[in-house]
């Protein structure tokens, strides 16, 4: 049995490029170690281990915890496990005789994700906020070098969160574009200066300090465009892991909670896209697959410089606005043509 599921795992990792898009159906970097009375069985149950691991932590990921309750994750059997996965792959392996260490990436299939979690009667969301640029000031160090709290929030899973963010690194920038006492103080010229600079519409200043057993952690979210600054949370922490994954553990809950408002408060209306090139069309498009606001959109009619859709959004058309514009999309109601939506500059 246990030959059999290895050859199973070694046909997938073969058949498989070794890159995963940074997609939330997927578990980045699970730590795996495990022996056995040789190499292949540490192998197989390492990886399998890992495997009931990703699992949990994608419909942890992708539900509720109102919803969740008491449901355990960690049970699921390997059968179910192995329907849901659509591809994996192991990096920094170490191995001997009878010992087997790696991290390992699994990419889920979202249909199988979705059945499993109906069939649990859980609601599914897998949609992605957009990319926040994080600032992680270390009490007592220099904004621009490496520590250990700037190493925390480099780890690849924090790519695939509901809730996706990258941290600058110390090639990116110095002190003159923004220090760690004005990220402390917000000061929105510097971080519009960052944020312009790095093209980030969104960026979390996370502060870091060591406390009695533990890391003290205070997150502030910044809008980029809208010039506003926002206390998140404040909380302890027992390591700098923890911390950030606590952090985005936070992000995430948020947004499933307002995504969940959102399919609740869902307005349709007709729209007008407007566009000089095909290649406008197709970007525009994307824009609007793309959008967390916008919940479904149905082509009606397509000409060569315009398209009728039925656009289906959450609601609060301020806010569908403001999120298009970041993607450089302008909406705007016209007197003839009713709500119009185009890309910037072209009209």
């Known amino acids: 049995m246990l030959k059999r599921i290895f050859l199973l795992l070694s046909f997938i990792w073969l058949s498989i490029g070794l890159a995963f898009a940074a997609d939330p159906f997927t578990v980045a970097a699970v730590p795996v170690d495990a022996v056995g009375a040789n190499a292949i069985e540490a192998q197989t149950k390492a990886n399998l281990e890992g495997q009931a691991v990703a699992a949990a932590k994608l ?29 994996l792959n192991v990096s920094n392996e170490k191995r001997s005789n009878q010992r087997y260490l790696g991290d390992i990436t699994v990419a889920f299939v979202p249909s199988e994700v979705k059945k499993y979690l109906d069939s649990q009667g859980l609601t599914m969301i897998s949609s992605q906020a957009g990319n926040r640029l994080v600032v992680p000031v270390l009490s007592g160090s220099p904004l621009w070098t490496e520590n250990v709290w700037q190493q925390a929030w480099s780890s690849p899973a ?8 990258s941290t600058i690194i110390p090639e990116q920038g110095n002190d003159t574009l923004i220090s760690a006492d004005q990220a402390l103080a917000g000061d929105m010229t510097a971080l519009k200066r960052l944020g312009n600079l790095l093209g980030a519409r969104q960026i979390l200043v996370a502060t870091a300090e060591p406390a009695l057993g533990g890391i003290r952690v205070r997150l502030s979210d910044i809008s980029v465009d809208a010039s506003t600054r926002t206390d998140l949370a404040s909380y302890t922490a027992g390591s700098y892991a923890e ?14 909670r307002a995504t969940v408002t959102l399919v609740e408060n869902a307005v349709s209306m007709p729209v007008s896209v407007l566009y000089r090139s095909h290649e406008d069309w197709i970007w525009l498009q994307s824009a609007i697959n793309d959008s967390a606001q916008i919940q479904g959109a149905r082509l009606d009619a397509l000409s060569k410089d315009g398209a009728l859709m039925s656009v289906t959004y959450g609601g609060d058309i301020e806010r569908l606005r403001t999120e298009l514009s970041y993607k450089g999309v302008e909406l705007r109601e016209d007197p003839k043509l009713g709500t119009i939506l185009f890309r910037k500059g072209r009209y």
């Open 243 to 256: 911390a950030s994954q606590m952090a985005i553990a936070r992000l995430e809950d948020s947004w499933k």
């Open 158 to 165: 924090f790519s695939h969160a509901l809730t996706p963010v």
């Open 59 to 87: 419909l942890n990921r992708l539900t509720l915890p109102s919803e969740r309750g008491g449901k355990d994750f960690s049970a699921i059997q390997p059968e179910e496990i192995s329907r849901m996965i659509r591809a």
